[in-house]
């Protein structure tokens, strides 16, 4: 395999000093910049390296220094604009200071920053009344927090206190937080510190992925392009799912206290894992498995709500459930730091138990930034647009995947799209990293801001604001394109 390897990289070798005669050019905006007036970027790079926690870490071999936005595009310090294919971390909803989310803020910020909850305040209550306006019924009570680590720490203590169980599951390759509670249930050794206990009632079972998991293939996952890996499944059931069921079952028998288990925790798509998709059936089986085993279950959404997966305001929709639990960040707030936990009444009642207090969830800022993104959301059919602009990308993606020998899979649902870099496709192993790296460092160079993801960082997350067009999906698609050909990668 090691030879094989070792051939097919060098059949992809780059030529790192050639150019495309003509680059793609980026689509027109009507939008002008306001000019750079901060400090130098040598001395930001100085502050950033002196003064800044180094795990800050920045991307590119010369980090870019933005500092404006407007919707889809982003600008550096020179005034170059960027298209946004990753929206801040999958947290950009909507576009970047959206005019009508920046009046709403404009407007709170003249009347009351912050009281905190002992007062009642107008806005946090009517932004839980529209938020929970989205949920199936009986998830009516929602608690505010700053972030999606905070939510998930919130939604493993109900869960515990709520089932009088301990023990809480977790899927290989996911990720749910960096704090010290939700640490124990990211399972990716890249965010992992070697601190005793953070593991404690944790575990982690295998993940249910189609296509490079045990099982799983052309018929197995809910999304417009299926992996070219063969399978036996039909139209009416999956077998992958079954398995990946037993196997959870396994689990079940020998890592559990019978009958005893406080929760599951599932994206409905992992999102840093490399927008990994579960078989059909798996997340409302693996529900069932939980609930018979006195758990409940609880769907992180942090990432795939809001209308990003675009058949569904939450990604759960898609999955045939309805949680106990939702944990939720980033696209809530368009880039303020809003987090929920929406739930139950009688699940949420266990906080009563003793006190609890978040100094700013649900501010009056937060929440008003809250309310407005749920009406553009709304009113701007942004998950309409989120599937419609989703399904034309995830068509052109796949038109490379099968021009490429290096592009394994193309996935995902809506604008939450991945696409996995490999040596070759019968191998699957990982593209050799620096020269993945030198593609997307073009991507850069050309105009687009992809993400980047997966356990062995060779996933491109495409994950943009959900207003994008489409002469912007044809620009990502034709700089991929050009950097794939710049670097000289050998056609199928």
């Not at 400090?39 to 002196?50: A, C, E, I, K, L």
């Not at 089986?285 to 992180?300: P, Q, T």
Request: proline share 5%; hydrophobic share 35%; glycine share 10%.
């Amino acid at each position: 395999m090691a030879s094989k390897n070792l051939t097919t990289l060098s059949k992809l070798t780059r030529l790192a000093s050639t150019k495309l005669a003509v680059e793609p050019k980026l689509p027109e905006t009507e939008f002008e910049a306001p000019s750079y007036d901060g400090p130098s970027y040598d001395h930001v790079r100085n502050v950033r390296d002196t003064n800044l926690n180094p795990v800050l870490r920045t991307i590119y071999k010369k980090p870019l220094l933005i500092h404006s936005g407007k919707m889809q595009w982003l600008y550096d310090h020179e005034g170059r604009r960027y298209l946004d294919m990753f929206g801040g971390v999958v947290t950009v909803s909507v576009g970047h200071c959206h005019p009508r989310v920046t009046a709403a803020l404009q407007s709170q910020i003249h009347k009351l920053w912050h009281t905190t909850n002992i007062y009642l305040h107008p806005k946090i209550h009517e932004f839980a009344e529209k938020l929970v306006s989205t949920m199936p019924k009986g998830l009516d009570c929602v608690y505010f927090v700053n972030s999606g680590s905070e939510a998930n720490d919130l939604a493993m203590s109900l869960s515990r206190m709520y089932t009088g169980n301990f023990d809480v599951i977790s899927l290989r390759n996911a990720y749910h937080g960096g704090s010290p509670y939700t640490l124990g249930l990211t399972a990716h050794d890249t965010y992992k510190y070697p601190i005793p206990g953070v593991n404690n009632g944790i575990i982690h079972a295998m993940n249910a992925d189609p296509y490079k998991g045990i099982w799983g293939g052309s018929n197995c996952r809910d999304c417009p392009v299926q992996t070219d890996r063969k399978c036996d499944c039909g139209p009416n059931g999956c077998q992958a799912g079954k398995n990946y069921i037993k196997e959870l079952g396994e689990v079940f028998k020998y890592s559990l206290p019978k009958g005893r288990v406080a929760a599951m925790f599932a994206e409905s798509i992992q999102g840093v894992g490399g927008i990994v998709q579960f078989p059909k059936n798996y997340i409302k089986e693996a529900a069932k498995m939980v609930r018979a085993n006195g758990g409940l279950f609880i769907s992180d959404e942090v990432q795939t709500g809001f209308g990003r997966t675009g058949d569904h305001f939450w990604g759960f929709e898609g999955h045939g459930i309805v949680p106990d639990i939702v944990t939720m960040a980033k696209g809530i707030g368009n880039g303020f730091p809003i987090g929920a936990v929406v739930t139950r009444k009688e699940i949420a009642s266990m906080m009563s138990q003793a006190a609890h207090f978040n100094t700013y969830g649900g501010n009056p800022l937060s929440s008003a930034v809250g309310v407005e993104v749920l009406n553009v959301i709304k009113d701007e059919g942004m998950q309409e647009n989120s599937l419609k602009m989703g399904n034309y990308f995830l068509e052109q993606l796949a038109q490379l995947r099968d021009e490429y020998e290096i592009i394994g899979d193309v996935r995902g649902k809506g604008l939450m799209i991945g696409v996995e870099f490999v040596s070759d496709k019968d191998s699957k192993n990982p593209l050799d990293k620096q020269q993945f790296l030198d593609i997307w460092e073009q991507t850069k160079d050309m105009g687009v801001l992809f993400g980047t993801g997966g356990a062995y960082g060779n996933v491109l997350r495409v994950k943009p604001p959900m207003c994008i067009n489409k002469a912007d999906v044809d620009f990502a698609v034709d700089v991929l394109k050009s950097a794939l050909d710049t670097h000289k990668i050998k056609y199928l």
